[in-house]
């Protein structure tokens, strides 16, 4: 009987290796590039390469393999270098592509390899990981069941998002689908959650507003932010989401609360078409390559709640998906629909007519974030809902200029009290005490006797935020401190 440990060599089986031993020669393969362009290079003579691994080029250069043909491969370049040209000489590394991870990188803009943008110091980071990794497996996730607070009043009382969610923002462009999810950002503040937002494709004037709005409202030490720009090469545009996901992923793994936005989603569907195209692959439906369905569901799956016995981590994503003149049913969106839990719908009409934020709540659902709304806050926002849906439908026959009945027309009239107060600029996202605040406050009609509703609705929220009213205390005792409030406030000037 051999009691011998595997992999244990006694003196008998190295025997019998040795006698097997035969010297060979390694070979390593020796590519050379035939041609390059569009930040895409095509190389020959590496006939073992394998799918996403690293190719190193004699001038140091290195691409990512994309497309493996009969005799050539095609490889996404990851860094742009002019003295790369055709016949240099190219190998493989049996590596992937990975990225430095860690807290190093908050308060940090990187690009998608992680080389900072911002001109600082490269950060000394101790962890690398994988940029294509699988999602977590099933038995180490946790039902969504913790909110995350996006300070936005639609949001959190009508389509709650939970922790380890995953919500499309959906919208024409200039709709403010960028604006809620800063928003969203800027309502981490203070409440442990890190954050990562990937901006693909925008100019850069757009990504310095960005970055310049995160800094003034102090959540840029708690952010990632990840840059492709829009002069970047589609390859760059391509890895940015999937960079972002590592990072958040990292953290996540490590017990935290990450919140991560892809802006947006389109774009980086088409930078993968132009790849595609670029590396002659077939077009699918829109001139799509066929696995755009599947590239986005490995990203948006990776978004999860870990179980405590994993960390208890989570990773909420927030895509955003730019649509054009309305339509969702177009192939992007309508993948993205059924990849995520539920959408955000912004309205051109609504933003037209000065409804901000724009949201359309009849098109736009959570479904699982309920579970995870504050329970006070659930029941409050129920009723509000009702009342906000009914006026919705009601509002339609007021468009025919028919009389109505009395009953109704207090209806409608409530209901556009209720619209006005939904209103919300941005970059003021709301505590939950102030959400509950305001519910109470409509639910119980306190607003609508007052002359200037809005300027008390903000008086109101400017008070509760300093009154530290706990969220569990009894509605009596909140209905209470609002009467209290509304009261003082009369006698307070407008500010
Ligand atoms: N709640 C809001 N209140 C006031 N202005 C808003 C609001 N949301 C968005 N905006 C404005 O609308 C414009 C478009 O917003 P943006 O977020 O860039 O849209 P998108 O990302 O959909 O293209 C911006 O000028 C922004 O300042
Ligand atoms: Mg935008």
Redesign the pocket.
Known sequence: MDTNLPGLNTSSNAQAKLEQYRPHLRITELGKVASIGDGIVWVEGLPSAAMDEIILFENGGEAQVFHLGKDRIGAILLNQRDSLIAGASAQLTGRRLDIGVGNEFLGRVIDPLGNPLDGLPVPTFSRRRSLEVSSPPIPSREFVARPLISGVKMIDTMIPIGKGQRQLIIGD??TG???LALDTIIAQKGRDVLCVYVLIS?KRS?VVATIETLRQAGVLDITCVVVAEATTTPGLKFLAPFAGCTLAEEWMWSGRDVLVVY??LTTHARAYRELSLLLRRPPGREAYPGDIFYLHSRLLERSTALASKFGGGSMTALP?V?TEQGEIAAYIPTNLISITDGQIYLDTGLYARGFLPAIDITRSVSRIGGKAQVPAIKTEAGRMKLDYLQFLELEVFTRFGARLEAGVEAKIKRGRLLRELLKQDRLSPLTPEQHMAWLIAFNDSKFDPQTQPLATLQKLLSRVSKQNMAMTATREAWLHLIEQDLQEAQHEPAS
């Open positions: 462009a200039g689908k960028s604006s925008q757009s802006d947006d955003i730019e």
